[in-house]
């Protein structure tokens, strides 16, 4: 497997999963890091042909379904990816008590991954913290934050001020358990810090 393009990267692409977009397709993959999410749809078509960092959710029933699919490791974009993103930190109380929805695959998903030996990366509690204190409102004061946002804000806590940060496909919808508007601010808000670039969505046109 070829190595990261470089340690502390000069550009990074971030893309996220809003369904049914055009992407600068050139732009992402000249970028040093591609981080992707999940199934990543589009990857080696409309929205790119690299990837070096692959955020997997690895609680509830989305990591349960790939676990169960033979071919799951054998999907291109997982075979690609240098390096895997878990969001959430391993839970401590019994499995049990876990539910379905919440149930932490973290162990499992560790031994599916294994045989392609790439290093994966668990996001910390501390950052989850950090995450929902930002997020927070006076009508939410507990939020779940999105798996692209937890990777974003890990991202511009590790690299330099003067790596660009591109982000394609970030819809701001989806499950209504996290906070879209809060989320959409804050990227807003770095972007106008000079700290990332939010490219607006387009859409597909078919003929």
């Known amino acids: 497997m070829s190595k990261l393009r470089l340690e502390h990267p000069l550009s990074v692409a971030i893309i996220g999963n809003a369904p049914g977009l055009q992407h600068p397709v050139e732009q992402i993959d000249r970028a040093d890091w591609v981080v992707r999410f999940n199934n990543a749809p589009g990857f080696g078509a409309w929205s790119g042909k690299r ?14 379904e790939w676990l169960g699919d033979p071919g799951f490791i054998e999907r291109p974009v997982v075979r690609q990816a240098q390096a895997i993103i878990f ?23 560790r ?3 294994a045989p ?3 290093a994966v990366t668990v996001l910390p509690d501390a950052l989850h913290r950090e995450a929902k204190r930002l997020l927070a409102t006076d009508a939410r004061p507990d939020p779940v934050p999105s798996t692209g946002y937890l990777v974003t804000l890990s991202l511009l806590s590790q690299l330099p001020m003067d790596t660009t940060i591109d982000i394609h496909g970030f819809g701001f919808e989806g ?3 996290h906070s879209w508007a809060e989320e959409r601010r804050w990227f807003e808000a770095r972007e106008a810090e000079g700290r990332l670039v ?3 969505l387009v859409s597909v046109v078919k003929a």
Not at 51 to 64: R, S
Not at 87 to 109: I, L
């Open 51 to 64: 990837v070096t960092h692959l955020a997997l959710v690895n609680h509830g029933g989305q990591m349960e």
């Open 87 to 109: 969001p959430f930190a391993p839970k401590t109380e019994p499995v049990e008590s876990q539910g379905r929805d919440g149930r932490d695959w973290t162990h499992e998903a």
């Open 111 to 113: 031994a599916k991954l």
């Open 116 to 118: 392609l030996g790439v």
């Open 175 to 177: 499950w209504d358990g």
């Open 198 to 200: 939010v490219h607006p």
